[in-house]
């Protein structure tokens, strides 16, 4: 070791990208998007569908994606319909239905099924690169077996093809559906800021490196760490 910190960050950037190497800015950062290298399969663009149980959490989480420069995907007319006819009467709408909003009287804090029904029609349609949720997943304890049966309907819609990440206000907890959020291999993130910036830099991985087919996906970070997802 030199002891020393010398050198160009526009070389190192250089030289890590010619070898398809991702550049995140701290450990953390990196922690985040191997949680998506891992476990997710390989994302074909940065369309994002957004489902959240609360209207905060869905400004949020546009703000999040956009910010990340992560494009909301356009649904189709089917889709937009389908999604429309479940989501619950006083909750709020746009007329693009992303992001879809479960709330009010017959949302999540009611009926956490809800989240899967939504997710398969999601899956269903086209056009749409990664489903994200946002919410209070976890706290729902009334409903855990719900709780439970929604993170099942995701983590199949995942081993089908279709990316999905989720962030949770109850992340850190030990419950029997964060546990199972775990389990599943469904990467889950403490914001919702966290989550759609590691989703950015898994899916500008134009090379395909960061996807769970390839044993030698390296993420260096510009502090000089480096993690690789063997």
Known sequence: HTAS???????????????????????????????????????TGRRV?????????????????????????NLDDTTRWE?????????PRNPGMNPVTLDTHGGLEDDPMLLARCARVVDQAKDIDVLAFSGLLGGYSEYQAEEIGAVQALSSIKSGGLPVAMHSAYSVEECPTIHEI?????????TSERMMR?????????????????????????????????
């Open 5 to 43: 910190l010398a050198g160009s960050s526009r070389v190192w950037n250089a030289v890590v990208e010619r070898e398809s190497v991702c550049i995140v800015t701290s450990v953390e950062q990196m922690v985040d998007v191997l949680q998506c290298a891992v476990h997710l399969p390989r994302a």
């Open 49 to 73: 569908m957004i489902i959240t149980d609360g209207g905060g959490d869905s400004v949020l989480t546009v703000d999040a994606a956009l910010t990340s420069e992560l494009t909301l995907a």
């Open 83 to 91: 999604l429309d006819r479940l989501i619950p009467p006083d909750a």
């Open 182 to 190: 775990r389990r599943a291999g469904i990467p889950l993130f403490s």
């Open 198 to 230: 590691a989703l950015s830099i898994y899916t500008a991985s134009s090379s395909g490196t960061l996807n769970s087919g390839d044993s030698s996906a390296t993420i260096a970070s510009s502090t000089g760490d480096s993690l690789s997802a063997d």
